[in-house]
């Protein structure tokens, strides 16, 4: 059973920059996809970031060129996020799918002000 752990949100202005971190436990097995979703208020939850087990990665076209999603084993994955906009506030989740097993984490805020 795998367990995700994020960390790293909080309040930033507009244009600065953060690192979330989700730290997985548990065993991960070799063929996986990880992945960063961010859910505002009042809308649906949406991916931003993926990367498979073969470190194959896919951003969102909102985020791209500003977030970069990272991995340097199998249980440390990050989202460097630069140039915030206030509509990158959200609760971001980690997740993490191996065929039909599927983990989320509690999530961590992130608030950018104008």
């Known amino acids: 059973q795998v367990q995700l752990v994020e960390s790293g949100g909080g309040l930033v202005q507009a244009g600065g920059s953060l690192r979330l971190s989700c730290t997985a436990s548990?065993?991960?097995?070799?063929?996986?996809?990880m992945g960063w979703y961010r859910q505002a208020p009042g809308k649906q939850r949406e991916v931003v970031a993926s990367?498979?087990?073969?470190?194959?990665t896919i951003c969102a076209d909102s985020v791209k060129g500003r977030f970069t999603i990272s991995r340097d084993n199998a249980k440390n994955m990050y989202l460097q996020m630069s140039g915030l906009k206030p509509e990158d506030t959200a609760l971001y989740y980690c997740?993490?799918?191996?065929?039909?097993?599927?983990?989320w984490g509690q999530g961590t805020q992130v608030t950018v002000s104008s």
């Open positions: 997740n993490f799918r191996a065929g039909p097993y599927e983990v």
């Open positions: 548990g065993t991960i097995g070799s063929f996986y996809i």
């Open positions: 990367i498979t087990s073969g470190g194959y």
